[in-house]
């Protein structure tokens, strides 16, 4: 039964999904730095890591998702933080979950019907 849950496209999508969330978790606490002066914003990468991985074949099973410094300009603040910019990325993180979660929910729909679970 694993086996039926486990394949490249589902696998995948756990994975983005992962990514995105941590992405949304990284933004907020950006945002929620915006007055702290000193704190370095963070960004989180993982889409470069996801294709070559798919392209190569060899699976996401082990894949992490990156954080790394986003090395804007320091402000007026005294920190890095990009309100704008942060909030952009937040209301794409969102969308994109939201994304994920519709083709989960279409993978999990077509496996359903596949063994006759129908609606």
Do not use: C, W
């Amino acid at each position: 039964m694993s086996q039926l849950f486990s394949d490249t496209t589902m696998q995948t999508l756990e994975f983005a999904l992962r990514g995105v969330s941590e992405r949304q978790r990284t933004t907020a606490h950006n945002i929620a730095n915006v007055n702290t002066p000193g704190f370095r914003s963070g960004r989180v990468s993982f889409e470069s890591e996801l294709a070559d991985a798919l392209s190569k074949g060899t699976g996401v099973g082990s894949l992490e998702a990156k954080h790394i410094r986003a090395n804007t300009p320091i402000n007026t603040r005294g920190n890095d933080v990009q309100l704008e910019e942060e909030t952009h990325d937040l209301i794409t993180a969102g969308i994109q979950y939201e994304s994920l979660v519709n083709a989960l929910n279409y993978k999990i729909g077509s496996l359903r019907t596949a063994i006759g679970g129908g609606q």
